[in-house]
């Protein structure tokens, strides 16, 4: 297993080959999210303009994750006198299983700001991506807000003192990430009706 680390920076898997001419690489993919129980019943994905030694992840995401093997061709040019033909030999790339690191997460989804009228309502949401469980923690002006520990923060009955900063903690047992820190302003005119 090979751990790979979710986020902005690139991920590189390379294979070194040598010959003349150049050798040609095919990459292949077969996705799977446990390499404990590897499946008999799968097919190989072939993955398209690949033709180079290094497969690159701009960004790596949890989607990436599976078992990678590369196929490298040199071609030999070896001509037959009897059959004029071209002998083609392959060679086949350790197969590895890449995931993202232990804990990792990233936040999907993000919080908007919002602007609500006086007595009105508004929800702002947070999602997270991660093969670990995910918990969630809404915060208001950095003060935690007991009880609010869902994707879903609805807010009713606005007031000004609902006026304020807010922002989620997304968490796994070995990492957090914090959302956007939004703006909810609630004016003091009445609802439209």
């Given at each position: 297993v090979v751990y790979a680390k979710v986020g902005p920076d690139p991920v590189t898997i390379q294979v070194q080959a040598s010959g003349i001419p150049s050798?040609?690489?095919?990459?292949?993919?077969?996705?799977n999210d446990d390499p404990a129980s590897p499946s008999d019943d799968f097919t190989w994905i072939p993955l398209s303009a690949t033709q180079d030694n290094v497969l690159y992840f701009d960004p790596f995401t949890f989607s990436d994750s599976g078992y990678y093997y590369?196929?490298?061709?040199?071609?030999?040019?070896?001509?037959?006198?009897v059959t004029k033909g071209k002998l083609d030999d392959w060679t086949t790339s350790r197969k590895i299983f890449l995931r993202p690191e232990r804990g990792s997460l990233v936040i999907t989804k993000q919080p908007a700001p919002a602007e609500c009228s006086f007595g009105g309502s508004v929800?702002?949401?947070c999602e997270g991506e991660s093969f670990e469980?995910?918990?969630?923690?809404?915060?208001?002006?950095?003060?935690?807000?007991?009880g609010e520990d869902k994707q879903l923060l609805k807010l009713s009955n606005?007031?000004?003192?609902?006026?304020?900063?807010?922002?989620?903690?997304?968490?796994?047992?070995?990492?957090?990430?914090?959302?956007?820190?939004?703006?909810?302003?609630?004016?003091?005119?009445?609802?439209?009706?």
């Amino acid at each position: 297993v090979v751990y790979a680390k979710v986020g902005p920076d690139p991920v590189t898997i390379q294979v070194q080959a040598s010959g003349i001419p150049s050798p040609r690489y095919e990459w292949f993919y077969r996705p799977n999210d446990d390499p404990a129980s590897p499946s008999d019943d799968f097919t190989w994905i072939p993955l398209s303009a690949t033709q180079d030694n290094v497969l690159y992840f701009d960004p790596f995401t949890f989607s990436d994750s599976g078992y990678y093997y590369c196929r490298i061709q040199h071609n030999l040019c070896v001509v037959a006198e009897v059959t004029k033909g071209k002998l083609d030999d392959w060679t086949t790339s350790r197969k590895i299983f890449l995931r993202p690191e232990r804990g990792s997460l990233v936040i999907t989804k993000q919080p908007a700001p919002a602007e609500c009228s006086f007595g009105g309502s508004v929800v702002f949401e947070c999602e997270g991506e991660s093969f670990e469980l995910l918990t969630y923690q809404w915060f208001k002006d950095d003060d935690k807000l007991i009880g609010e520990d869902k994707q879903l923060l609805k807010l009713s009955n606005l007031t000004l003192e609902n006026t304020g900063n807010y922002h989620c903690v997304v968490s796994t047992g070995a990492m957090r990430e914090k959302s956007y820190v939004v703006r909810l302003s609630v004016n003091t005119s009445s609802p439209i009706s």
